[in-house]
């Protein structure tokens, strides 16, 4: 599986949104991306996950680049509940065992 | 539905103790995980299984050990308890679907004097 690269902390503004990076730049072509989150130490959260297109659900959207290199996960109005570690995964597509690969994650701290 | 439930929550143990940390998940996922995270690091994974009765190693399998005798159960022991094994564990279970999310339990939090 890729080794993925993030910032180690970022803030926000409640309410504006949150851009988080994640450079993947060794990313294979049958990989995926996928975010999780860690709230307060409680048990991670899944957020979001895609390959190649853009991805958008209830908690989150994803933008991943042409080139596959890089991605963003987009918390679109923050709120101080999305005070978290992010972590970005990337995982084989054919793998077929539920394991991840955490790295460090980025810190992010939404302030009022 | 409970999720994935994890026990105890909280031990406290001394060097060379056994101990089993239990993880049970109602949702009849095929696969499940149990990772430790340590201060400040990210979660590692320990050990992993596809189904009952199959187990394999992750990146941190020393001194650990499991089994999976049923579908809804995956325990982790310790067989000799050391002060390095201070951690956080937590277990993580999924349907065996491609990209489907992981659950993740509430966390064991374990000290060893």
């Known amino acids: 599986d890729a080794k993925t690269t993030q910032p180690t902390s970022m803030d926000c503004a409640e309410g504006r949104a949150a851009n988080l990076p994640c450079n993947h730049s060794?990313?294979?072509?049958?990989?995926?991306v996928y975010w999780y989150r860690q709230i307060h130490s409680q048990g991670p959260q899944y957020i979001i996950h895609g390959l190649k297109n853009n991805e958008t659900n209830e908690m989150a959207s994803l933008i991943i680049t042409e080139d596959r290199k890089s991605s963003t996960l987009i918390l679109p109005h923050a709120t101080l509940r999305d005070t978290a570690v992010y972590y970005c995964?990337?995982?084989?597509?054919?793998?077929?065992?539920?394991?991840?690969?955490f790295g460090q994650g980025t810190t992010l701290q939404v302030k009022p | 539905n409970a999720g994935v439930t994890q026990t105890p929550k909280f031990q406290v143990l001394k060097t060379g103790q056994s101990m089993t940390l239990q993880c049970a998940q109602d949702?009849?996922?095929?696969?499940m995980s149990w990772y430790r995270q340590d201060p400040g690091m990210g979660l590692r994974l320990i050990h992993y299984s596809v189904g009952a009765g199959i187990t394999d190693q992750g990146e941190v399998p020393n001194g650990y050990n499991v089994s999976r005798s049923t579908t809804e159960d995956f325990p982790l022991r310790l067989l000799s308890a050391a002060p390095s094994q201070t951690s956080v564990y937590f277990c993580?279970?999924?349907?065996?679907?491609?990209?489907?999310?992981?659950?993740f339990g509430d966390g064991t939090r374990l000290s060893i004097l």
């Open positions: 949702m009849n996922h095929e696969y």
């Open positions: 995964i990337v995982r084989g597509g054919s793998s077929n065992t539920g394991k991840l690969i």
């Open positions: 993580a279970s999924s349907t065996s679907g491609f990209h489907q999310p992981q659950h």
């Open positions: 060794t990313i294979s072509g049958n990989e995926y």
